[in-house]
C-alpha cells in the first residue's frame, strides 16, 4: 500500500480543514487507517482512526466532536475533516495503514505511512 496524503494548509482558529489520503494497492480496502499527527521534538501522535469496513472509528479525547474520519473504499480514499481548529492542532498530519482490519492507536500497528502533510492554525 502507497499512501499520499494532501489538504493541509494555514488556516484561523475556529476554522475548519479537511486532509485527505490516497491508497495505491489491493489491500487498501481490508486495511484498518488511522491519522496521526506530530510535532517537532515530539512523538507522533494518534488522531483518528477506522475500521476496514469504515464502521468503526475511534477518536483521541482532544478532537472528539470536532474531527471526523471517514473513507472511500471504492475511491481508495480516507479523510479527516477537522473543524473548530485550535493552534494546538497545528502538526504535520499523517495517514498510515494499519497490519490488520481495525485501526489502532499504536502506530507500531501501523506497516504503512504518508509522507505527512502540514497544517497551521493561526490564533
Known amino acids: 500500500v502507497q499512501l499520499q496524503a494532501s489538504g493541509g494548509g494555514l488556516v484561523q482558529a475556529g476554522g475548519s480543514l479537511r486532509v485527505s489520503c490516497a491508497a495505491s494497492g489491493r489491500m487498501f480496502s481490508n486495511n484498518g487507517m488511522g491519522w496521526f499527527r506530530q510535532v517537532p521534538g515530539k512523538e507522533r501522535q494518534f488522531v483518528a482512526a477506522?475500521?476496514?469496513?469504515?464502521?468503526?472509528?475511534s477518536y483521541t479525547d482532544s478532537v472528539k466532536g470536532r474531527f471526523t474520519i471517514s473513507r472511500d473504499n471504492a475511491k481508495n480514499t480516507v479523510d479527516l475533516q477537522m473543524s473548530s481548529l485550535k493552534p494546538e492542532d497545528s502538526a504535520v498530519y499523517y495517514c498510515?495503514?494499519?497490519?490488520?482490519?481495525?485501526?489502532?492507536?499504536?502506530?507500531?500497528?501501523?506497516?504503512?505511512w504518508g509522507q505527512g502533510t502540514q497544517v497551521t492554525v493561526s490564533s
Open positions: 498510515a495503514a494499519a497490519r490488520r482490519p481495525y485501526g489502532s492507536r499504536s502506530p507500531s500497528d501501523y506497516g504503512y
Open positions: 477506522i475500521s476496514w469496513k469504515g464502521d468503526t472509528t
